[in-house]
């Protein structure tokens, strides 16, 4: 998984709310932000390769690579692949096939080639196919290995955000502790 040594705190806002911190602990997860799925297509918010290009310079991969509307078909179908198979993963279903081929099928692309430059990491020529590729690659290492048992979803009623749990103890609940966690306290507090 693509993770730094300090969280990576994404700033959302959903609509008519407050903004809030998320970190959803892998930069695959971070693409679930991005509505366009499901219930959630109204909210997509990559809908041109302009705002593609954007969301990977904030997004943990931190890279400025030019995206081509060829590059959202791939975003499309990879963005799916990575909701399907973290919802069986966490209703405990066996992986969806299609869902499967179509991760491996982005991930088999060349990847993003990291290099060192003055003692900071840097991106050699990136693309953002390249870019999509190592976000497939992050979701393979995410759902191929033990951290997936720390995948949760935020335990709000109204909240479907998707997170590993990377605390000591495991027992993270909420999407964030601004949003989520402190409408729950409010709540049990008026009970």
Not at 28 to 53: K, Q
Not at 87 to 108: G, H, K, T, Y
Request: with cysteine; glycine share 6%.
């Amino acid at each position: 998984m693509t993770t730094g040594s300090t969280p990576h705190e994404l700033r959302l806002r959903w609509p008519g709310d407050v903004e809030f911190g998320f970190d959803a602990g892998a930069v695959c997860l971070e693409l679930l932000t991005t509505g366009g799925i499901g219930r959630y297509v109204e909210h997509d918010s990559l809908t041109s390769p302009a705002a593609l290009t954007a969301w990977l310079a904030r997004s943990r991969l931190d890279v400025t690579a030019k995206s081509t509307v060829d590059d959202l078909v791939v975003l499309s179908r990879l963005r799916t692949a990575i909701w399907d198979i973290a919802q069986a993963q966490l209703n405990d279903r066996a992986l969806p096939r299609a869902a499967v081929s179509a991760l491996n099928a982005v991930a088999a692309s060349p990847s993003l080639v990291p290099t060192l430059s003055g003692g900071a990491r840097e991106w050699s020529r990136p693309a953002a196919a390249q870019a999509l590729s190592s976000i497939a690659r992050d979701a393979v290492e995410l759902f191929g290995s033990s951290a997936r048992e720390r995948l949760r979803e935020c335990s709000a009623d109204d909240c479907q955000l998707v997170f590993v749990d990377l605390s000591r103890p495991g027992q993270r609940r909420w999407c964030s502790m601004d949003r989520c966690g402190n409408r729950a306290k409010q709540r049990a507090r008026r009970r």
